[in-house]
């Protein structure tokens, strides 16, 4: 009886040790298969973002703690031959990522530590 009611609780509550953080924004890269998605804040406060292919996360970034200011509007410029900046926030430390749908790479994002021209792939 104990089994069945702690697989009874797994089952109704999740896998323990469940970290799925919260989708904060999700958008489109017009003509392409791609979607990038903003996620948080984990439990130390963190946010991250995903690229997202046909429901599948290519590559994961974490963008460090955000204000909720840094976190909304979420906006997307065309920056030419595949290249695009998503930006979360209205002010000029805004968070963003820059990425390259034709090449397939993390062109440069906001945290610094980060490694520039980055691939990512299934």
């Not at 430390?93 to 994002?109: E, G, Y």
Request: aromatic share 10%; with cysteine.
């Amino acid at each position: 009886m104990k089994s069945y009611c702690l697989l009874l609780l797994i089952f109704a509550t999740g896998c323990f040790g469940d970290t799925a953080l919260r989708r904060v924004s999700l958008i489109a890269v017009p003509g392409t298969q791609f979607s990038i998605q903003l996620n948080g804040p984990d439990r130390s406060g963190c946010y991250h973002y995903y690229v997202i292919s046909d429901g599948k996360f290519w590559i994961h970034r974490p963008l460090g703690k955000l204000s909720p200011s840094q976190t909304s509007p979420t906006s997307l410029d065309d920056l030419h031959n595949g290249v695009f900046r998503v930006r979360w926030g209205r002010d000029r430390n805004s968070p963003f990522a820059i990425i390259d749908v034709r090449k397939r790479l993390v062109v440069a994002d906001s945290c610094k530590e980060h490694v520039k021209n980055e691939p990512f792939s299934e």
